[in-house]
């Protein structure tokens, strides 16, 4: 089965940049989304396709998708930011088969 | 204004049967292709079916013959029919429009199912 590896913790402090990768196997065939999860509340989709933003994401988030690695990058972070983030991937070649990484948990120091 | 609300998820005993209900406003279910996804306490997110805006409907291979999904259009509603549950079926489920490229960028408040003697 396809498994996404995502590095169980981040810590960077408040103004810097975090970046939380997300691997795979033949991920240049792949698209990848993630998603920002704070406790108790619903995922929230912050790219989509790589490296799209939903309206209402702020601009600080981007993601790349290069190799076997994709990595979302979020700048100037913000105490709010902290939260987990989760990379997701679809595939449809044949039934569509739908794989989470296992999540990072995003601290603000 | 998108929202999506499920409801039905309770307390079930193991193999017992439950169906969790989406209703959305501000979309059409029978237009867009919409999933189910659920998370274990204290776990990941785990993707557990989608039907098409066609109809067509997949599973994940850990809920194949047990669970079920439809979906009524008049009611603009999602389902999903849960059979033989076992307490690894214990979540919040949550339902989610599914964009074309596998994205989900709407999501309910999700219902939380316990399966537990």
């Known amino acids: 089965s396809y498994v996404l590896t995502q590095p169980p913790s981040v810590s960077v402090a408040p103004g810097e940049t975090a970046r939380i990768t997300c691997g795979g196997s033949?991920?240049?065939?792949?698209?990848v989304h993630w998603y920002q999860q704070k406790p108790g509340q619903a995922p929230v989709l912050v790219v989509y396709d790589d490296s799209d933003r939903p309206s209402g994401i702020p601009e600080r988030f981007s993601g790349s998708n290069s190799g076997n690695t994709a990595t979302l990058t979020i700048s100037r972070v913000e105490a709010g930011d902290e939260a987990d983030y989760y990379c997701?991937?679809?595939?449809?070649?044949?039934?569509?088969?739908?794989?989470f990484g296992g999540g990072t948990k995003l601290t603000v120091l | 204004e998108v929202q999506l609300v499920e409801s039905g998820g309770s307390l079930v005993q193991p193999g017992g049967s439950l169906r969790l209900s989406c209703t959305a406003s501000?979309?059409?279910?029978?237009?867009?292709?919409m999933s189910w996804v659920r998370q274990a306490p204290g776990k990941g997110l785990e993707w557990v079916s989608v039907i098409y805006s066609g109809g067509r409907t997949y599973y994940a291979d850990s809920v194949k013959g047990r669970f079920t999904i439809s979906r009524h259009n008049s009611k603009n509603t999602v389902y999903l029919q849960m059979n033989s549950l076992t307490p690894e079926d214990t979540a919040i489920y949550y339902c989610?429009?599914?964009?074309?490229?596998?994205?989900?960028?709407?999501w309910g408040q999700g219902t939380l199912v316990t399966v537990s003697s």
């Open positions: 033949k991920f240049g065939t792949k698209i």
């Open positions: 989610a429009r599914t964009l074309d490229r596998g994205g989900f960028d709407y």
């Open positions: 501000g979309l059409i279910v029978s237009s867009d292709y």
């Open positions: 997701q991937v679809w595939d449809s070649s044949s039934d569509p088969y739908v794989v």
